[in-house]
């Protein structure tokens, strides 16, 4: 791919928004202007190691490299012996803001985004960790003493609350409101900056964090009202995009809080060994799943079954789930993931037969004889779900990959049957990008395919979406990377 782009994007304002927040029972209104920083042009004198791009992609299976084609939109560091990595810093510098990009890193990637160039939160390539620290992924970095004893130079950072990173080459979300330190008429300091919210793909990862003073890497030990937004480029190859910034013309008003007295206590349930769980599951835009099995695991990989279809209808990173709207009260029968949450599509059939290798999935079980048979626990408590479709008896288990990096699944039939298919994928997009390797749905998540018995998977166009289909002999095995 060619890496000699041009600068072409342009800087996007929208000045005058208005935000009404209340406070103490009174409304009022502060106006906010927003910033798309999606161009070079809107840095301090970047280095040759920051480019634009219109695509990015990483390899999972080599460190630090980034492949990307011509476009606008994106930022990508990719520093090499050549052009030496530095740091971006904003020409506009910034007090009380609310920031949100994505990023995506490369295999082990590691980077981080200032705020006022003193506050890190830290971007780091995290794929399975279990237990994440102050310097992982989505960590506020630690403060730093040099005057003080090995081992407690570094203090005050702040772990996520749990590990909800993607794998390297997928994109992730992060969004920020952040509070900076207030100043008295004589400049002195009387309140600290604040993390009032980190949201990490779709998860709280920290909430109202006071920050004692500039973390390790500042700019400057120097506290001050405003400062540039910086992201660090002289650790290695990383990408952003969809950069917006809304700062406040004056200092953000005080926000309630959001704790409730009167909350409810939540029920969350673990996963300390490996679980599974019954209940009604919600997915975003898409009907109730009513005979939904969540499984869980201790390495924080876990999945949902729909037992109606024989298919898997969500993966997730983190922890294991919320069962407070089942059991709170009357209920309502139905749990939550509470990590972040990979759908897997429409819930459909997993198995079908079809004339063709063009001819339109079914959208029901209606005359396949589709039979759910439940499921039974092996050894370690990991379930195989059993069904018959077409008169075939189906034996579908998934098991958690080494070092928590997805899901493997295998699927068994008893008998081989002319024109059978199983459905791998249906999504916005399928990109493959090796022999049995995909990227599905705008690189937010992998699919391997791992034996197929030398079947041949298929891409194709249904309904303005891409399907991904297989023919099924007698097994197929493939593994979810999220």
Known sequence: MNSTL?????????????????????????????????????????????????????????????????????????????????????????????????????????????????????????????????????????????????????????????????????????????????????????????????????VIIHDNVELSGPTRGSLSNTEAATGPLRLQGDHGAVAFRNIKVTKFDNPRLAERSTTNANAVDPIHIGASENIVLRSFMDLPGLPRVVHAVSVGSPQKVNYTYDMDNGMLVQVWRGDFLNATPMWHDRGDGSSRPLGMVQGLGKPVQSIARLSTDQTPWISDTAGTGYKPKGYVLDENGIPSFLYKSYGIAVNDQSKVLEMGRGISRKITISDQVNDLYFRLADAESIIQTADGMYLIDNQSYYLRLDDAAGSKPIIRDQNGRKELIIPIVKSLSYSILF
Do not use: H
Request: glycine share 10%.
């Open 6 to 202: 041009k600068v072409s994007s342009t800087i996007f304002k929208s000045i005058g928004a208005l935000l009404f927040i209340c406070w103490s029972g009174k409304a009022f209104a502060q106006t906010a202007s927003q910033e798309s920083l999606n161009d070079l042009s809107v840095f301090k004198a970047p280095s040759k190691s920051w480019q634009i791009a219109g695509s990015v992609q990483a390899d999972i299976n080599k460190t630090n490299v980034l492949s990307f084609s011509n476009g606008t939109g994106i930022l990508v560091n990719f520093p090499d012996k050549k052009n030496k990595g530095e740091d971006l810093y904003t020409l506009a510098e910034y007090g009380d803001i609310d920031l949100e990009l994505d990023y995506l890193m490369a295999l082990g990637g590691n980077s981080g985004i200032y705020l006022q160039g003193r506050y890190e939160i830290q971007l780091e390539e995290n794929w399975g960790l279990l237990n994440p620290k102050s310097v992982n992924n989505g960590g506020i970095y630690q403060r730093w003493d040099d005057s003080k004893p090995e081992g407690q130079k570094g203090y005050s950072g702040f772990a996520p609350r749990q590990n909800v990173s993607r794998a390297p080459g997928l994109w992730q979300k992060l969004k920020i409101s952040f509070q900076a330190p207030r100043f008295d008429a004589a400049g002195k300091k009387i309140a600290n900056a604040v993390m009032l919210k980190i949201e990490l793909n779709g």
